[in-house]
């Protein structure tokens, strides 16, 4: 399966919120899509269905597909910490979600293309991997020719999130990856201890 590139607001509205950030379009149409979707009688869901739906709203919302989820989850089973905190934990410290969070793209979507067209430097280095693992310390910075980009400049203006793991410099477009983020930290509604439990299965 490729990586799905279709609307976002019709994910989001399968998932029942706004996974993508901030959706006019989900907020005026916030029910599931599809000919049945205001139906109020919806029968209850198998434990299965509840567990599947949960790893496909991670995997959405980090875009990342089901071969790398997978070796995501293997990696976190293996640690020594909690495997569902742990999951989460290495989505976070994806280059295309650091990216997102520290306003250089409006979305993990765009993060992505930032990153594989060479426009994202990691402790000097020019990355173009958006699953790089980055680890606590790492500078992640705008690379030189691209810090005139309409793209970055426009998200950059528009962000306002800060997040206790990351610092960023507005002078020289450039971050730090101080830790990896407590679990609390994280702010996605992602229940983890359920996609352990099919994984588990």
């Avoid at 997978?70 to 905190?85: D, H, I, P, Q, Y």
């Avoid at 306003?103 to 699953?131: F, K």
């Avoid at 910075?141 to 400049?153: G, M, P, Q």
């Avoid at 960023?168 to 702010?187: C, D, K, M, Y």
């Amino acid at each position: 399966m490729a990586r799905y590139t279709g609307p976002q607001t019709k994910i989001a509205r399968k998932f029942g919120e706004a996974i993508f950030g901030d959706d006019k379009s989900f907020e005026k149409k916030n029910y599931p899509p599809g000919q049945h979707g205001l139906a109020k009688k919806r029968g209850k869901k198998s434990e299965y269905a509840v567990q599947l739906m949960e790893k496909q709203k991670a995997k959405y919302t980090y875009g990342i597909l089901e071969k790398q989820f997978r070796g995501l989850f293997e990696k976190a089973a293996a640690s020594r910490g909690v495997t569902g905190e742990v999951l989460i934990q290495l989505c976070e410290a994806r280059l295309d979600n650091v990216v997102y969070r520290m306003g250089i793209a409006p979305s993990r979507r765009a993060a992505r293309q930032i990153v594989s067209h060479r426009h994202i430097t990691v402790n000097g280095e020019n990355v173009n991997i958006p699953s790089y693992h980055l680890k606590a310390g790492d500078k992640v910075a705008v690379r030189e020719k691209s810090k005139s980009l309409d793209i970055i400049t426009n998200s950059l203006a528009a962000s306002s999130h800060v997040y206790e793991w990351i610092t960023w410099n507005q002078a020289t477009l450039e971050g730090t990856f101080v830790s990896v983020p407590a679990r609390l930290q994280i702010p996605e509604n992602i229940k983890e201890q359920l996609i352990v439990e099919l994984y588990n299965k």
